[in-house]
């Protein structure tokens, strides 16, 4: 049997959790790739899926066995593309995952562009604000604000996103324009629902980090939501420099306390192979850096 074809075929359940599924991204119909996984097995002599009524999961044989080829074919793509020392047009599939906000403002555009320079690629972007699986979901690189944990992933650093203390006119002049940190507690305020410091607003000034208590009127976990209640004047609230130049330059918002600041983001790129990281991948966020450098370096 065609080895490397039934371990792409096996990845492709195995990331995507259904034989349906894999089927519509491989061009195979659903017997198809159930047969491929059926003499996988027999060939193999083990069980590498355990198939119940509602889902697919991999055995212990199965993980390891999907351990191992990815390996082998990280080695396989490896050494095609330095046969063809780099001189071949990017081709095959890229996956980038990216938050939605900075994703909508900077990372669609730069993506678009990135296909028009490599046409012979299939360019999928997802804009999401969760922390995607990217072995389980198949994502290639994935761009992520803020402090990464220890995850095993490969980072590179692309920059930092500067954050203000922002308001709109109309609520400055409902509510008066805060002259001192302390001024804060007076007011209310717009955030994320999931920042780690809740209602303290963990500023950095001329003495250093301050956190001040402000009472939260309004909560979401998209960037452009809470921007559009900042906008409103629902309250003062931490903005994402990128993401709200257009609104500092029309006057919808302005900056509260200019001597304080948050703390920036790091911005990465990640992705989950150390041993071998794709042309496609590695071009991708090159292209990636040079487009964002004004933007993450300011």
Known sequence: MDMLRAMMIFLRVSNTGSLTAAGRDLGLSQSAVSQQIAALERHLSVRLIQRTTRQLTLTDA????????????????????MASDGEAALRGALRVHAPVGLGQSHI????????????DLELDLVLDDRIADLTAEGVDVAIRLGTLPSSGLVARRLGEVRRI???SPAY????????????????VQVRFNATPNGDAMPLIGPA???DCP????????????????????????????????????????Q?????????????????????FIPVRVRAFVEFLQTETASLLHS
Not at 63 to 75: K, M, P, Q
Not at 111 to 117: D, G, K, M, N, S
Not at 172 to 187: R, T
């Open 172 to 187: 400055m002049a409902a509510n008066g324009i805060p002259e001192s940190i302390v001024d804060l507690k007076q007011h």
């Open 214 to 253: 402000v009472r939260t009127v309004f909560k979401a976990n998209n960037a452009y939501a809470l921007t559009r209640a900042l906008v409103a004047g629902l309250g003062l609230g931490a903005a994402q420099m990128p993401l709200i130049r257009r609104e500092l330059e029309d006057g919808r918002l």
């Open 255 to 275: 900056r509260v306390l200019p001597d304080y600041e948050y703390a920036p983001l790091e911005v990465h790129a990640v992705y989950p192979s150390a041993h």
């Open 165 to 167: 203390l922002v308001a």
């Open 108 to 119: 669609a555009d730069a993506a678009v562009r990135f296909h028009q320079l490599h046409p």
């Open 208 to 210: 250093g980090l301050e």
């Open 62 to 81: 199965g993980e390891e066995f999907r351990r191992r080829s990815l390996s082998i074919l990280d080695a396989v793509q490896e050494a095609t593309e």
